[in-house]
């Protein structure tokens, strides 16, 4: 004899509100709890909130929070949190049939899985937004992004009256309530917040680099580095000056490029008062007082304080001579020279040129 709460869970599922997807079934009540859990979910993770339907899944997901790693690979030692990522990477050793990256080397189990990796390398994102036109490289961030548009936020803090459009975002603004970071490294113990920070700074401990340039072969531990890197190849620099027309291909370039517009000089020396917009112009500057000379010449025994004047002065021994007057040809090592060789033509009176500083 079904019980009450059972024969309600029929009812539940077969009758008002049809809630089961494989419409009316003849399996017994062992199954149709199968479907009553995924009506709720009781299990809830007291690290960032996610709930669960089943005790199993809690226990799966924790091992995020704490780092634990109990599945051993018997071939290799290379650990993981999920027996089913075990069995994964034990294909590769097993011979079993499996579809490796090209550019990074892993592995996935499914051949479509390993498509939606390839993205991550080609920078491809057939999900296109039908409203505002950004394309998404999965679709169930297409699926995210259309929250915004719809002003669908489902996701609601009980501490406060935010909403939010996915359950990613509830998770970290909560953290804000209670202060906790969620994340902990299990090598260095240091703590993140956000998912994506704590997987990045594992890499710098693991040395994985899984983002290759398929141009260079140089490869990155994060994908916004990598695509930062392909900047140098493609030559897109989207970082425009709003006071010239100069453009950057890094977002930090621009930054100190716009120094020299403002007059913010925030690199003091402390033996003269003098600012530099730059680290880098602050770090030569002090090497007139130190008197330090790093840059040392490979032919003579030669060496100077700046890189620039090396380069220069590596011109006498080469016999390269790139600045060229436009009046008689002649050509000059240095920029200098050509300078106050142009006074001959104007009839200006010349230059006395000093010494090349070192």
């Given at each position: 004899m079904a019980s009450i709460k059972e024969c309600g869970l029929v009812k539940q599922i077969h009758i008002e509100e049809k809630t089961c997807e494989f419409g009316q079934c003849d399996e017994g009540l062992s199954h149709l709890r199968a479907h009553y859990r995924g009506l709720e979910k009781p299990y809830q993770c007291s690290h960032c909130l996610k709930t669960f339907s089943v005790n199993s899944n809690l226990l799966r997901h924790l091992k995020i929070h704490t780092g634990d790693k109990p599945y051993t690979c018997n071939h290799c030692d290379k650990t993981f949190q999920r027996n089913d990522e075990l069995q994964r990477h034990l294909k590769i050793h097993n011979r079993v049939t499996s579809y490796q990256c090209s550019q990074c080397g892993e592995v996935f189990s499914k051949n479509s899985k390993l498509k939606i990796h390839i993205r991550t390398h080609t920078g491809e994102k057939p999900y296109q937004c039908s409203n505002c036109g950004k394309s998404f490289s999965q679709k169930y961030n297409l699926t995210?992004?259309?929250?915004?548009?719809?002003?669908?936020?489902?996701?609601?803090?009980?501490?406060?009256?935010?909403?939010?459009?996915?359950?990613?975002?509830?998770?970290?603004?909560?953290?804000?309530?209670?202060?906790?970071?969620?994340?902990?490294?299990?090598?260095?113990d240091k703590c993140f917040s956000n998912s994506g920070h704590f997987i990045n700074h594992l890499r710098t401990h693991t040395g994985d680099k899984p983002y290759q340039c398929s141009d260079c072969g140089k490869a990155f531990s994060d994908n916004g580095n990598l695509r930062t890197h392909l900047r140098i190849h493609t030559g897109e620099k989207p970082f425009q000056c709003i006071y010239c027309d100069k453009a950057f291909s890094h977002s930090t370039d621009l930054k100190k490029h716009l120094r020299t517009h403002i007059g913010s000089k925030p690199y003091l020396c402390v033996q003269c008062g003098r600012g530099f917009s730059t680290s880098t112009g602050h770090k030569s500057h002090m090497r007139t007082h130190t008197g330090e000379k790093p840059y040392q010449c490979s032919h003579c025994d030669k060496a100077f304080s700046q890189n620039h004047l090396l380069k220069s002065h590596l011109r006498l021994h080469s016999g390269e001579k790139p600045y060229l007057c436009t009046e008689c040809g002649k050509a000059f090592s240095q920029k200098r020279y050509l300078k106050n060789h142009l006074g001959i033509h104007s009839g200006d009176k010349l230059v006395l040129m000093q010494p090349l500083s070192q």
């Open positions: 995210y992004h259309m929250k915004t548009h719809n002003g669908e936020k489902p996701y609601a803090c009980n501490q406060c009256d935010k909403v939010y459009s996915n359950n990613d975002k509830l998770t970290r603004h909560f953290s804000t309530h209670t202060g906790e970071k969620l994340f902990k490294c299990s090598y260095c």
